[in-house]
């Protein structure tokens, strides 16, 4: 089956600097990538997603980028705030018919004021 | 996400006993799924539905089984707990052709 490894399991930035969190995937057939954020207590919410056909999308100041010939895909944070403290999740799914998203281990995201 | 909801919310039960996790969704869409989450393993896929009554499993679905009814209703039990499924579960659900998946709110269960 698919295998995701996430990169690092836990980030400290000083709020203002960038965090990049990054993840590699073993099925080359997986075709949708997307990043969820957990705030304590709270569920999973997908904050943004790409498609193998695409190398960067961005959305304000986060944005993913994937090199689908390594198998790998990052999420970077610009100008990070308090507010990004939470658990980040990769994910990875096959298309049409294997509507399963293998996930990451997570990443703990901890902004010092 | 009002669209799906799980119940309990939270749950102490013992060992042995058997457990039911509710989860409904007004969505109308065709897949569900159950995730654990466990501190170091992220969220691992128990039992997942592509319909009424078209279940299949996971990667961790030893000890667990699931009921589909109907199209709203995802229902997962442990049929006789341990102190291993100690976890908070996720229920999902996912419309033909969508992508990211819409999470319900969560589950706490301790088996004691």
């Known amino acids: 089956g698919e295998n995701v490894e996430q990169h690092p399991s836990t980030l400290s930035v000083q709020e203002g600097d960038s965090a990049v969190i990054k993840c590699t995937y073993s099925?080359?057939?997986?075709?949708?990538f997307p990043w969820y954020k957990q705030e304590l207590g709270k569920r999973p919410q997908l904050i943004i997603d790409i498609r193998s056909n695409v190398g960067e999308k961005k959305d304000q100041r986060i944005a993913v980028t994937l090199n689908k010939t390594a198998k790998h895909f990052s999420l970077h944070i610009t100008e990070t705030q308090p507010e990004d403290s939470a658990v980040y999740f990769c994910a990875v799914k096959r298309d049409f018919g294997n509507e399963k998203l293998t996930f990451g281990t997570g990443t703990r995201l901890t902004i010092i004021p | 996400d009002a669209g799906i909801t799980q119940s309990p919310r939270h749950k102490v039960t013992e060992t042995g006993t058997p457990v039911t996790l509710r989860c409904h969704q007004t969505e109308n869409h065709r897949y569900m799924y159950w995730y654990r989450q466990d501190p170091g393993h992220g969220l691992r896929l128990i039992h997942y539905s592509y319909g009424v009554k078209d279940t299949d499993k996971g990667e961790v679905s030893d000890g667990y089984s699931v009921s589909r009814s109907k199209t709203e209703d995802f229902l997962l039990t442990l049929e006789s707990a341990t102190s291993s499924q100690t976890s908070v579960y996720f229920c999902a659900s996912l419309r033909v052709g969508g992508d990211g998946y819409t999470f319900g709110s969560g589950t706490r269960l301790t088996v004691v």
């Open positions: 099925d080359s057939a997986s075709n949708y």
